[in-house]
């Protein structure tokens, strides 16, 4: 596991590159050219390495499919994959990670938490997990919070992004990664 001044600095970069992507005006960025102007950069909970958790994947048996709705009305079929579990102040909690198609190596864990709709977007954050950055030499993955972001849906109204589904709420507050956007308007 690297230090945690490592951990937190690579957090901090990632968030600044965000931020300068965001802010640059660039044709993929989420914010609209109206809004680029008063764009100051996204606001975070703090580091906080008590919401980074290196976990088993508990991989399901028999993968079911799972339409979930989006913003735009639409559906997306993803794949229930496995769950992770993990504990928050001595209560286990569990997160299914689902994929688009069973050749894709990344999991998509989208959650819910007390903080939406409050602290953090409503609909809820995603964390997205690559095997290369996001796991262990001994196979583990790394669910860290603090790197949880909003979908693109939350900046704009042009994108669809996926509804977490109720199986992904949890009713605890996690206190790590983005906060509700402003746009400054």
């Known amino acids: 596991m690297k230090s945690a001044e490592k951990w937190k600095t690579e957090l901090e970069t990632a968030r600044r590159m965000k931020d300068e992507f965001f ?24 580091p906080d390495p008590a919401y980074r958790f290196e ?9 079911t499919t799972l339409k979930m709705q989006d913003t735009q009305g639409g559906e997306r079929d993803l794949i229930r994959w ?7 102040s001595d209560e286990e909690y569990v997160l299914q990670a689902y994929k688009s198609d069973a050749t894709e190596e990344r999991l998509f864990v989208p959650f819910r938490d007390a ?18 950055k996001d796991q262990t030499a001994d196979g583990k993955w790394i669910v860290d919070f603090n790197t949880a972001y909003s979908p693109w849906c939350a900046y704009s109204k ?7 589904p109720p199986e992904n709420w949890l009713k605890i507050p996690i206190p790590a990664g983005e906060k509700n956007y402003c746009s400054g308007k």
């Open 82 to 88: 496995g769950e992770f579990r993990f504990r928050i």
């Open 115 to 132: 903080t939406s709709g409050k602290d953090t977007y409503g609909a809820g954050r995603y964390l997205d997990l690559e095997p290369k």
């Open 158 to 164: 042009a994108y669809a992004c996926p509804f977490v």
């Open 55 to 63: 976990l088993g994947l508990l991989e399901h048996k028999d993968k």
């Open 23 to 46: 802010g640059s005006g660039h044709p993929q960025s989420p914010i609209s050219p109206a809004d680029i102007h008063d764009f100051k950069g996204l606001v975070y909970f703090p």
